[in-house]
């Protein structure tokens, strides 16, 4: 499986797949919560379950890293719904 990367320069999380590159946009806030603002799937990447494995993966390094997470997205917002395992990262603020 390949691997969510955190590039912190341009505060995403990102998914290369077949010279492509998938990503999820956050925000740092205030309390150092991440609020996930965009989650972005190349056209032809869709409808294959990337948009998942990229939340799941930068899920994942929030989980490590201590973090809470903002869903402001309407795909994370689906998500934790989707995938209530990860409601202890959600953040109400």
Request: glycine letters at 6%; hydrophobic letters at 40%.
């Amino acid at each position: 499986m390949d691997k969510v990367m955190h590039n912190e320069a341009v505060r995403r999380f990102e998914l290369a797949l077949s010279g492509t590159t998938a990503y999820i946009d956050y925000k740092v806030k205030d309390d150092g919560s991440l609020a996930f603002t965009h989650t972005f799937v190349p056209v032809e990447l869709q409808g294959q379950g990337v948009a998942a494995r990229l939340t799941e993966g930068a899920l994942r390094w929030c989980r490590e890293a201590g973090k809470q997470v903002l869903p402001l997205c309407s795909y994370t917002v689906v998500y934790f719904k989707r995938h209530p395992e990860w409601n202890d990262l959600k953040s109400d603020q």
